[in-house]
């Protein structure tokens, strides 16, 4: 390409990564990206994610703020009436967010709990992107049929069949790229249901940023293709109307 393309990382995450002990500072995620060539992000925070979700969301929505990029709030699928009530405040917000992030795995719900299936249908009927995060094998099965638009977070190139299928009759199912590093892994998602399903995810600061970038733009996708997985299919997800 004699251009490089826009890259925005659909999957950020700041804070305190209390399994690990590590920590995601937001100076640390604008090195990353400035070393990458990546231009913005969608950040939730790890606070939301584990253990106080109001807080960890007012987090993320400075920090985005601050540095000019999206926000995505978590919910705690733990909690599901504590759910309602956190998604009715950040809808009614003078600008609300466009997608809401899911954390089955981490918050220890199954896709098959009560709760997942109301949280979900909840953000089905909002019109918000979900990006999920959990087995892609496990968590899409109880997405299907419901008209939503996804973004799997951890699909595997393991599993890469498991998303194909699946996407082919789900037109809103989408994957980041993040560990779809096997060979052909995101050649064979755009020949068999369009590079329009690809999303760049690189879980910055927490994972092997570079990597994915480096695979992206080295792949065998048209120049075209490159660019609406770096960062056109996300703009696209999160301007479709609620």
């Known amino acids: 390409m004699t251009d490089a393309p826009l890259l925005v990382d659909c999957d950020v995450l700041v804070g305190h990564d209390v399994t690990t002990g590590r920590w995601g500072r937001a100076e640390r995620v604008r090195e990353v990206f400035k070393a990458t060539g990546i231009s913005g992000g969608v950040v939730s925070a790890l606070r939301a994610v584990h253990f106080d979700v109001p807080s960890g969301n007012v987090e993320a929505q400075q920090v985005a703020e601050s540095n000019g990029w999206s926000w995505c709030p978590v919910l705690d699928l733990r909690d599901p009436l504590g759910a309602e009530r956190e998604l009715e405040r950040v809808l009614s917000l003078s600008e609300p967010p466009r997608a809401i992030r899911l954390a089955p795995t981490v918050q220890s719900v199954e896709p098959g709990y009560p709760s997942f299936e109301h949280v979900v249908r909840l953000l089905v009927e909002a019109g918000l992107t979900i990006f999920v ?5 496990k968590v899409g099965p109880a997405l299907r049929g419901l008209g939503a638009r996804v973004v799997f977070l951890d699909t595997h190139f393991y599993y890469l069949g498991d998303f194909v ?27 068999e249901v369009g590079a329009s399903r690809l999303v760049l995810g690189c879980r910055t600061p927490f994972h092997e940023t570079y990597s994915v970038v480096r695979r992206l733009l080295t792949s065998k996708l048209t120049p075209a293709e490159i660019a609406q997985t770096g960062s056109q299919n996300l703009t696209t997800l999160l301007e479709a109307p609620c």
């Open 165 to 191: 299928v699946m996407a082919r009759r789900e037109p809103g199912f989408h994957t980041s790229t993040r560990m779809l590093t096997g060979p052909d892994s995101l050649e064979i998602v755009a020949a």
């Open 133 to 137: 995060e959990g087995d892609v094998r």
